[in-house]
């Protein structure tokens, strides 16, 4: 089987930073995949690289088996590979269903003009794009929160909201950037069910995170980081065994969740 996600000696430089360093690691699919490592070690780079935010200065990205060189990002979402943010980026005065709405929007077929038209197909087309929005806030946990506004909700339901605003693309590889940042211990514990959830569906997980519990509960490969390399990876009891990755990072990471 072809992985899902294959990432090949990438290279990404910001000026005289090295912040991809020779990067290879791939996904299964079905996979959980979590990334971690210290701040600034290219995490969030190698997503925005995936994603086609950037473009590597050399190496190759695939997506069950075909290069993404070159292809812009609108044409990755639509070939499933959505992400979501490190920091929020929720429109605060719309709704929580209008922002899943947007997400399935990427995914429609009537045009512009017969939606400006209201013809009987985008009426149509609309009412199943409602349905799944409603079903997709109720699996991440915001059923009967549709028409509040973004703005009103916690901070952790709006990170769920942005996570099923994700899951309306119908991606096949979802990208979490920190997706536990700020969230209560209660939270996580949902988030964590909510990977497992989405994995069920048959999607693809890659994760960023700092919070252990979810990385050594939800992960079924970790990659570690450090300076843009990947210096370890493998399943949660051979990270934790691993010294140069407790030396690199988990020392202080373990550190922070006891405080
Ligand atoms: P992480 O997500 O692991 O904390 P990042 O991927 O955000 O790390 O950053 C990796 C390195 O690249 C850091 O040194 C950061 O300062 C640098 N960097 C990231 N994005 C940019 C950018 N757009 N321009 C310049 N430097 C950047
Ligand atoms: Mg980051």
């Known amino acids: 089987m072809q992985p899902m996600l294959e990432v090949s000696n990438l290279h990404k430089n910001f000026g005289g930073v090295k912040a991809i360093d020779d ?6 699919p079905g ?3 979590a990334i971690i490592g210290p701040n600034g070690s290219g995490k969030t780079t190698s997503i925005n690289l995936i994603t086609g935010v950037l473009e590597p200065d050399s190496g190759d990205i695939k997506l069950k088996g075909t290069s993404l060189k070159g292809v812009p ?12 943010f490190q920091n929020l980026r929720l429109f605060n005065t719309l709704s929580v269903l209008d922002h899943v709405m ?30 799944r929005s409603i079903e997709l806030l109720e699996l991440v946990g915001l059923k009967g929160k549709e028409h509040l506004a973004a703005a009103s909700l916690p901070y952790g339901q709006r990170r769920q909201l942005e996570i ?25 514990n949902d988030l964590i069910d909510l990977i497992f959830r989405i994995q069920a569906m048959g999607i693809t997980v890659v994760f960023i995170e700092h919070r252990m519990p979810v990385v050594m509960t939800a992960a ?8 843009g390399r990947n210096i370890a990876q493998g399943n949660a009891e051979e990270i934790q065994a691993n010294t140069q990755v407790i030396e690199a990072y988990l020392g202080s990471a373990y550190k922070r969740e006891l405080n």
């Open 164 to 188: 099923a605003r994700a899951l309306a693309t119908d991606p096949c590889l979802l990208l979490l950037d920190e997706p536990a940042a700020g969230m209560s211990s209660g939270e996580i």
């Open 23 to 28: 990067l290879s690691f791939s996904v299964e």
């Open 73 to 84: 990002r609108h044409k990755r979402a639509r070939l499933g590979i959505t992400r979501t």
């Open 102 to 131: 947007a997400g399935r929007f990427c995914r429609s077929d009537a045009s512009f003009m017969s939606y400006s038209l209201l013809t009987k197909a985008a009426r149509t087309e609309n009412a199943a794009n409602v349905a």
């Open 31 to 33: 996979e959980i995949c």
């Open 220 to 227: 079924d490969k970790i990659v570690v980081l450090n300076y």
